[in-house]
Structures are given as structure tokens and as C-alpha cells.
DNA sequence: CATGTTTTGGACCAATTAGTCCATAATAAT
DNA sequence: ATTATTATGGACTAATTGGTCCAAAACATG
């Protein structure tokens, strides 16, 4: 009793993300995610356990996805100051591009859940740091590569970068104008002169 | 068929704004909301026609709120620079202190519902507005004050503080650390200098 | 006290929710 | 071809959802 004899579990958990990522939680029902998954229902409850394991899963699988996405960014042998303003760039097209206002999956989790489900909230927590963690190494290194201000602490820098990318998706959702937006991200920006 | 005889309509709308803040819009139940409101099901229907007017009810209600207090903190003689610093102190300390974790009715409104919810969209977006022109009025009469770069567009710097106050409301929901949210506050203002 | 107006509890509704279960169907192994 | 395994559709719960409706209760006015 289980899912299909062969069955993409991550790319089922992929499609329940999107979901999730588009409808919220709470307004994604069981049909939602099982049309979703392409699956039956019963190899849903077999495979996964529940919707909140699913739930669950897809926040680590969003981890993942991110994870692989970051890693390549800060491999690219571009200035790191270059790097973290594309972050920036590409937060601020996706957010102004038709359909693009989903935002950012780990931020729509935070806000929604966070509160009242601490295992979800503790995953959010671990992607939030995980973005951190990469704007810090992208911070020193551009430190050190001269492109930002060295005397400022990397930590702090890289708290604040996390911060405003989120802050710029939540604005964005009420308000997807590109130039209230990119005045956001270019003002946010001058933190690291 | 309405209200009971004396009724306030604005605490009742004000018990309602609480439950969609701290549950969210489709994590409230009629049940919730008639508890809170302290009103019958009849009543409830009669006087404020549906969960989602009532909803759209406490949207508006929250943007009364924010601008009755938004003209109070503007109206201090304080350096204007002064009052943006200690509206961010204030979202740091209560994001921090026990059962903060609420964050931003409006922020929590534009994450969940923004995207599906036109009619919800529209107030929010006019509640991110009275924020930014209230944040707008204070840069402008910062500059003049001498607290605040003269040289930068306070337009801009009133979005950005916007979209600053709340990316620090959504990573302080996954993560309320009182240090990692100070860092941000501190150097979220910096653009200020 | 009687009349007219408000307000309410709660019965009721149809739809939907997450979740269980199993007989059948499809597949694989022998 | 037979058997053993695996997957599925869909019937089935029990609870809850938002919402309607009305007879009775509470109230105010005369």
C-alpha cells in the first residue's frame, strides 16, 4: 500500500509546494493537493501521512530548492556586492511581472503559520538562516573584494539584507508598482557603501 | 433584525480585527468571530452581512486605528528622526516581548489574502499608503530638521522605511530574537544618516 | 397590561473538510 | 497461468464550514 510503483516523490512534494505557495495553508484543501500531486487519495494518506506532514515537507523541499539556487548564485565569480544587488533585481522584476506575486514561499509560511504551528515555524526559521548564511559569506567576500563597506559588521549586514527582501515581497503584494519597488531595493541597497 | 439596542459597533468590529490577527482570515470561524464580537448569529448576519464584509469591516477599522495614532505620534515635537527611530524600537521590543508575534495586522492581511482578494488588496494597499505618507511627512520634516540626509528623496526613503518595518515584523515571526531584530532596526536607519 | 418592535437561540441546510477503508484493478514475480 | 504485491476509485465518516430562517423571548412604548 503505497504511492505509484514508480513515482517522483520529490516532484510530487514540488507541486504540493506550489500550491501551498499560491493558496496559503489553509486555503489549500485535500483535493487541491492531491490533483496537485497526481495521485489518489488513498496513496496520498499511504505516501505522506497527512496534509501537515505534506506541509511540512514542502517547506524542506522549498529549503532544498533554495539551498541549490544559492549555492550556485555565490559560485559565480562576479563581484559579491553585483551578486546580492541581482538578488535584489530579480525580487524586485518577480514581484512587478504578471502572475509573479506569489512572493517568497518561506515568508508566506512566516506570516501565516509560524504563530500557531511551531514545527513549521521551526523549518521557516532554519530557511530564513539559511538565506543569512549566504548573504553573510556574500557580504565578506565582497568585504574583502572591496565592494562593500568593510568596517561594517557582516552579521548585522546580512540580518538586515534578510530583512528588507522580505520586506520588499510583503510590500509588493499590496502594491506591485516597479517604481515604488525599485526605489525600495535601490535605498535599501546604499546600506552597503 | 439588527444590533442589540446599544450596541458598539466599533468594539465589535475591533474584537474582529483581533481574531483575523492573530488566526488569520480563513482560520476564523464564524463561531470565532460571533464569540469575540458577542453578538448572535443573527445578529451578525444582519448587521455586517458576511465573514468576508466583516473582514473587509476590520481592515478599515485597523487603517482608523493606525491613523488616529499615526497623527498622534506625528503631532510629538520630537525630532522627526527621532519619532522613525522609535518606531522602529517599538516593532522590535514588541515583536520580541511574549505574545508579539502577531506582527502587522495589515502585513499579515497583504501576505494571506492580497493575492486572491481584490477588494482585501484595495484597503490594504491604502493602508500601506497612510503609512508611507505618514513615514513621507516625518523624513520631509526630518530634512528640514537636520536629522535626516537632506540630499535623498524622501519619497523613496518613506518607501523604503515602509518595506523595512515590515520585512523586520515577518523574520521577527519565525525568529524573534531581540539582537537579530536590533541589528536590522540599526541598520535599516542608517540609511537615514 | 397590551402592543409593537428588536433580538436571539437554535434548528436547519448544503457543501466541504480531513481522513479511513476496502473491494477491485493493475502490475510483477513465479 | 497463478499467485502475490501494489495502487486506486470511491464509498463512507464525523465534524465543521458559512449561511438562512423563524418562533419565541426580551424589550420599549403606549
Known amino acids: 500500500m503505497a504511492r505509484p510503483r514508480e ?3 520529490t516532484e510530487a512534494l514540488n507541486q504540493a509546494m506550489q500550491v501551498f505557495w499560491s493558496k ?4 489549500t484543501s485535500l483535493s487541491d493537493l492531491i490533483g496537485a500531486m497526481k495521485l489518489s487519495k488513498s496513496s496520498f494518506y499511504d505516501t505522506f501521512g497527512s496534509k501537515h506532514d505534506v506541509f511540512l515537507a514542502a517547506i ?3 529549503k532544498k530548492t533554495i539551498t541549490a539556487q544559492v549555492s550556485a548564485v555565490s559560485g559565480l565569480d562576479a563581484p559579491a556586492r553585483k551578486l546580492i544587488e541581482s538578488l535584489f533585481e530579480r525580487a524586485v522584476s518577480r514581484m512587478t511581472e504578471e502572475g509573479g506575486q506569489r512572493g517568497c514561499f518561506l515568508n508566506n509560511c512566516a506570516v501565516e503559520v509560524a504563530l500557531h504551528d511551531p514545527a513549521a515555524a521551526k523549518l521557516i526559521g532554519g530557511g530564513f538562516a539559511i538565506m543569512e548564511d549566504t548573504l553573510f559569506a556574500l557580504v565578506e567576500r565582497g568585504q574583502r573584494e572591496g565592494g562593500i563597506a568593510p568596517d561594517k559588521d557582516p552579521r548585522a549586514l546580512a540580518r538586515y539584507l534578510t530583512s528588507s527582501l522580505n520586506g520588499l515581497m ?4 499590496a502594491n506591485p508598482d516597479p517604481e515604488s519597488l525599485s526605489d525600495v531595493a535601490r535605498t535599501a541597497l546604499t546600506v552597503l557603501d
Open 60 to 62: 524542506e523541499h522549498y
Open 7 to 9: 513515482f517522483d516523490t
Open 24 to 27: 496559503g495553508y489553509e486555503a
Open 170 to 173: 510583503v510590500v509588493g503584494k
